[in-house]
Nanobody, 119 residues
Framework: QAQLVESGGGLVQPGGSLRLSCAAS????????MVWHRQAPGKERELVAG????????VYVDSVKGRFTISRDDARNTVYLQMNSLKPEDTAVYYC????????????WGQGTQVTVSS
């Protein structure tokens, strides 16, 4: 059974850091692009960062460029989101998603992890 499990969320003060992890199982991780989304209260879900494969360049939404870093470890079937210089507007539920790079495969979502940036 395919599964994505996020961890690492929590409460942090402005300017602080958190590292989110998303552990995958039940599907061929290396054949999937991995993406982090977030959804703040009352707002639509937005793409934060993505990394198509271990050899490709990551992409970021403008609001997190220079502060967030996405990476993946295909040996551990895990994708990470290192978040530095956090701001209150980064407060949201963060979700990881697996997007298939080939036709015929489905995508998967994790259950989300809460990140709250507040003093």
């Amino acid at each position: 059974q395919a599964q994505l499990v996020e961890s690492g969320g929590g409460l942090v003060q402005p300017g602080g850091s958190l590292r989110l992890s998303c552990a995958a199982s039940g599907f061929p991780f290396s054949m999937y692009g991995m993406v982090w989304h977030r959804q703040a209260p009352g707002k639509e879900r937005e793409l934060v960062a993505g990394i198509p494969s271990v050899d490709s360049s990551p992409v970021y939404v403008d609001s997190v460029k220079g502060r967030f870093t996405i990476s993946r470890d295909d040996a551990r079937n895990t994708v990470y989101l290192q978040m530095n210089s956090l701001k209150p507007e980064d407060t949201a539920v963060y979700y990881c998603k697996a997007n298939p790079r080939y036709v015929g495969y489905r995508s998967y979502w994790g259950q989300g992890t809460q990140v709250t940036v507040s003093s």
